[in-house]
């Protein structure tokens, strides 16, 4: 069961971290992506680790602001956001799905099938 923590209401401009827990499994084996949605919006890809957390994607949006990262140890899975803008406003959720190869990573919705429940993000002007 995986569980999004850490969203809240900051400036724009600012920074949030993200938090993806696992309980009751690990994510070692998983690939893991950070899904956003807006209300009446598609959900739509952010950024997604390898299970090496080595080998990561990112939405366009993302790059160079957003940074995505893993502790297997600790069976979390981060979402590092700075300069965050009005526009990153949603409903962050993260997913996972498991695959054999430990440098794949996944950008599709539809390759996701353990998802957690959203953390919401808001970001005023």
């Known amino acids: 069961q995986l569980q999004a923590s850490g969203g809240g209401l900051v400036q724009a401009g600012g920074s949030l971290r993200l938090t993806c827990a696992a309980s009751?499994?690990?994510?070692?084996?998983?690939?893991v992506g950070w899904f956003r949605q807006i209300p009446g919006k598609e959900r739509e890809f952010v950024a997604s680790?390898?299970?090496?957390?080595?080998?990561?994607d990112y939405a366009e949006s993302a790059r160079g602001r957003f940074t995505i990262s893993r502790d297997n140890a600790k069976n979390t899975v981060y979402l590092q956001m700075n300069s965050l803008e009005p526009e990153d406003t949603a409903v962050y959720y993260c997913?996972?799905?498991?695959?054999?190869?430990?440098?794949?990573?996944?950008?599709?919705?539809?390759?996701?099938?353990?998802w957690g429940q959203g953390a919401e993000v808001t970001v005023s002007s």
């Open positions: 009751g499994g690990t994510l070692r084996s998983y690939v």
């Open positions: 680790v390898a299970r090496n957390g080595i080998n990561r």
């Open positions: 997913a996972a799905a498991w695959r054999a190869h430990s440098n794949v990573v996944l950008t599709f919705i539809e390759s996701y099938n353990n």
